[in-house]
């Protein structure tokens, strides 16, 4: 039996639809008894269950061969670090003495022992905890996700902008996250265990004005760039609803971004470019208002 974290997000989703696929058994893990229905409607099972609950947590551990380990993402208009950080507790906590055969982890590009700078410093550490423990362990890191631009869809719709904190030729990894998942799913249920840390990224590398040429195409108008300066990187993080403390994390993220370490020269490459999830995106989302 396979238990997934995070299973109907982005990537945790595209796992459990692997899975099944292949005819594995998957048990789902979400705090919504409406996402467990539809989790149990596509063919898996589910466990409502919250992170916190580590009691829960260890015993659904114990009833299971493998685990996809995903981090939640905590609301943004709360103490975004802390909790993270809390829920990496509750996961670490929950594999002591689960006997679990091996166990997969997501984490991210740029991820590096640092303070108050979102999850490059806090999916470190869930890193270095992970490969301290006795349990063997794959990292994914994944490159900076394609859905990350889903909210430009209205504004570039509308104005024609496509709003940037990254310069509009700034250079980056990028991802689709169901790509992510199908690796995931694949070393996951792999035979052969390959441990370690593996790179994740899309068939190309791509620039903001990349994803504002594939915005164009997709809804048949120019869109331009229009970069965010970083002394208004937290102001704008604060108008759409976070925290004072997760605005400056994120801030704080977004250049370590920019000066970023040395990019791997081999990652494992997902099949979608941006242009095609671009188009996805606006064929699923006919209005965006």
Known sequence: MYVILGATGHIGSAVVAKLVGDGANVVAVTRSNEKARRCRDAGAGAAVLDIADVAGLRELFRKAKRALLINPTADVSGETDLAERKSVDHIIAALEGSELERVVAESTYGAQPCKQCGDLGVLFEFEKRLQAQAIPTTIIRG?????????SLRTARHDGILYSMFPADFVLPMVAPADIGAIAADLLSSEQPRLGIHYVEGPARYCANDVAKAFSVSLGKSVNVVVVPPDRWEEAFRKLGFSEQAAASYA???????????LPERPLRGRKSLQLYVEDLVRRNPRAD
């Open 143 to 151: 490159a900076y996700y394609f859905s990350n631009w889903d909210a």
């Open 252 to 262: 704080r993220m977004t250049r370590l971004t920019l000066n970023g370490p040395e």
